[in-house]
């Protein structure tokens, strides 16, 4: 027998050896698939783009404030850390803010999702919503509708947009100076109802204030801040914790309230492999797999049985030295290497 031949056994039998082992393994994932066993289903990862306006309001020329100075860029960060591309301004005037808005609009084309944060100066006059530019003076509340920003073109902004997930956060609920001279006595926010896929949150409930908050950030910004870095929790979730915290720390004096008509679930952060790995109960490993090595032999033994060559018998008995046909197989080697051996010399 050739030597090309003997290779060609060789490695028929690696590679029925390997069949083998891959139809183990197999059986071994059928088997683990079918034991009651809990089953771990990975979230899937937030996909599409992320944009966000944020703006912080202080440097009013009248009721300047001092939280929004640090609850701008502190929000800007935390949303940049969660995957957000930010426009952030800070103390903008009326045609600033304006701009800012209609930048915001086109880089929303084919965003996913579309988030918009207030901190600063906020009334409502007529029912409609108005954010304050920090060169706003008016003098008489029908100036509020020239000089102010209407909350709702930066909903119609977003609406246009059509992203499937828009949020709405407005810390803009303190008390504002410049109405002390108006006759209107309505305070706050009016309330809005959120379009399809948005949501609108005020850091105290509509018609009601806020003072700014004593430490670094507002009251609101700062639990905003705490809860939306914590992994796994949907957006309902955070803002129940916000408004949780933020009625304790108040005394009940500032509660927050969110209008809601999301269908979808949203993340800040959500669950990674590692959140959910610690959530599920422990998966007992699959049993190793099982090869019946009667088998390899057989194939082995298929390989050689008919060859012609002793070295393939004798690999084979290296191998399954005590194996099912050992006998059989020094005897075909003797045999072959008997009638390879030359012929003894005859006496003269």
Known sequence: MSMGAGISRVLCYFATCAALLAGALRAGAEEAATTDRPLVLMPAAAGGRRVALVIGNAAYAVGRLKNPANDAPDMAAALKATGFEVLEHRDLDQAQM????????????????????????????????????????????AEVESDGVELAKVLSRMETAGAPVNLVILDACRTNPMTRSFRSQAAGLAAVDATHGTLIAYATAPGSTAADGSGRNGTYTGALLEEMRRPGQKVEEVFKRVRGAVRGATGGKQVPWESSSLEGDFYF??????????????????????VDESAVELTFWNSVKDSQDAAEFEAYLQKYPKGEFATLARKRAKALKAAAAPPRPTAA
Do not use: C, T, W
């Open 269 to 290: 952060v959500a669950p990674g492999p590692a959140a959910a790995a610690a959530a599920a109960p422990p998966v007992p490993a699959a049993p190793a797999p099982r």
């Open 98 to 141: 304006v701009r800012a808005i209609r930048e915001f609009g086109e880089r929303l084309r084919g965003a996913a999702v579309a988030l918009f944060y207030y901190s600063g100066h906020g009334m409502q006059y007529e029912g409609r919503n108005y954010l304050i530019p920090v060169d706003m003076k008016a003098a008489s509340e």
